[in-house]
């Protein structure tokens, strides 16, 4: 079906309601977004637009009720607020100040104010601004204005025009079938109104936006329907500017929906959309809903619009927007480079603020690289190997659709109904002052209870940043007096060889010890990357003749404003000669160093082709704590999985993880990091983490339950 559909569009014939809802349901994700990009390339070549703008919602008091909406409150009531018109100039000026080619004002239906303030607040912003592009009011206000006014949507919309309006906002859509708008906002204009409005400006000459607010109740049928209803009327009028989906924000709602949308259905959704609204030039990737990582990622799924710097906007901020209120120029900018597309200032009506960046947006007929990176990537595919200086360029020079392309093709990636894997994990810092040690083992007795209900299989003792020696054979013999059934793992290399050297031992001798005492599994931390390779692998051999599980660490760099890809290749290059000699290793971390700042599309990109250069029996894990993209705000406990930051989770078997790894109890919700992972496509399984015994070539979940020493494997999906 896949196969139909792409030629379908190659062939310049447009997807019907039927095909868009496969898409929706069954399409591979990679897939899905190479067709989309490719449609994008050739409609608006590299250019990627934004634009420098300040969003003004003049008053969030309002007549209605909708059920998802945070925002309104009541006349009188606490928080409310209504900006007088001077206050509003002000606010313009700053934006204007700062090279602002568009105020976009939206906001309640305030039951006070009659049609002429709505008339005298756009008068007066016109007339402090003249060369500003005023675009302003859905068709739920116009509505609201008509009826107060007595008068006709196109009488509201000339008076407004004359007072110098310039275009409309396309909120208020929400989703169109009433089926869902009946529930979730019955008081305000129907679909059908909506529509009637939009028409009306258009045939008036003026031109709108419009979006979709998806991810809360509706289903795939009802956004194939509202998408279905905003093409019809662009084959009648030509007159919308872009489509924006609008990702739902899940606080202070009635309507029992308390979860952010899922990163790849907010991919598919762009995806789908640029698929089949071929009568639209532009897909904008909202990124005050979606998250700065989502929306850079986006840009890869067939989007060609950021949106701009906005400066204040206050209705997905209420609702539980997180991805701040502001951008700067050089962030947007940052982010469209380094999806490897280039950046372009926009009008409000999408024409270049600069003429000579027209040139940008000429079609490109796909993505494209060099012969030889084409090449390499082919080996690749094939199961060869390349030389770092190799490697180090398709890294650095292949775009992020034809290394999944490869990937793909590879065998390489999960298939459905196989099981992406994480291990409960209590945590435990470890440190040279022996009272806290001890403080540790005895808050272990009450986290004990969840290895014992079987809650969390694995203590991780985290010995990353112990520099001096620290014996722990004692506190593994007392976690485990605790803890039976606990697998034990000790992360950070250093304070083994450290540990051992004071006692006057050989590190086989430590590690012989460790393991009697009960040690399973030896991780390697980010504090190691220092440590010497040779004495690095000469610990790991040690710990495996003492039959202690070992896992290694890839981590990414960054260098300045990229990243450093001849590391990451020296360290593949290095693993991979380290598998022919060493057939026990089962994992690796494939993390980012804190300080680097990695983008999303680099991440995936890195972790696409790691999963392309390993074999298949080696597992990639992605630990979501130690890749900032994915979890960048610390300290938030079990809230941490409620962050939009965590939406790209549901992206990473796409890209070839095979694990979640450790997944600390304390750090994270696993209910809700697990409805991630079962919205990737791939059954999650909670497992634990000594797995060097199994055959990875067949379902790692079912070998798992088949071992003994497994005490207590959890089957979520
Ligand atoms: S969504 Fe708009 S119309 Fe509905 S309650 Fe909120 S501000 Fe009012």
Known sequence: MMREIALKVEQGNRINEKDALWLYQHAPLNELGRLANRINLRKNGK????????????????????KFCAYSKKIGEEGSYAYEIDEMITKAGEAVAQGATELHMVGGLHPRWNFQRYVDMIAAMHKAYPDVHLKAFTAVELDWMARKARKTIPEVMTDLRSAGLGSFPGGGAEIFHPEIRDQICDTKVSGDQWIDTHRTAHTLGMRSNCTMLYGHIESYEHRVDHMRRLRELQDETSGFNVFIPLAFQPFQNEMGVNRYTFGADDLRTIAVARIYLDNFRHIKSYWVMLGQ????????????????????????????GRAGMVMTRSNLENLIRRSGRIPVERTTLYQPVHENDRRHMTAVSNESASDDIIECLQALETGGTLAPSNLWRVAQEAPLHLVTKALDASGKLFSQGQSLTACLTIKMDMTTTPETAANQVRKLDSESKKIQNGDASVLNLDASAVTGALDLTPIIESCLAAAPRAQIVLHGIKSVVVTAEAAGLKP??????????????????????????????????????ADIAVLPLISIRGIGSSLDWSTWADDITELRSRLVQDKTLFAVNLLVKADALVMPSEYLKALALTRLCLPTSLQIWTPVLGIPVLAPQRGLGADNSHHPSMKLVSTLSSFGSSSLGLVSTSELSVERLMEDVRASGVGPRLTCARQNEINLDTNIADKLSTLRHVPNLIAVS
């Open 47 to 66: 250019a990627v637009f934004y634009n420098i703008n300040r969003h003004i919602n003049p008053t969030n008091i309002c007549a209605l009720s909708c």
């Open 293 to 320: 990582d989502v929306a850079q990622l986006a840009l890869q799924f067939g989007a060609n619009d950021l949106d701009g710097t906005v400066l204040e906007e206050k209705i997905s901020r209420a609702a539980g």
């Open 508 to 545: 086989t001798e430590y590690l012989a010890r460790l393991r009697a005492s009960g040690l399973n599994t030896l991780e390697e931390s980010s504090a190691d990357c220092s440590m010497d390779s040779e004495q690095k692998w000469m610990v790991f051999h040690c710990a495996q003749s």
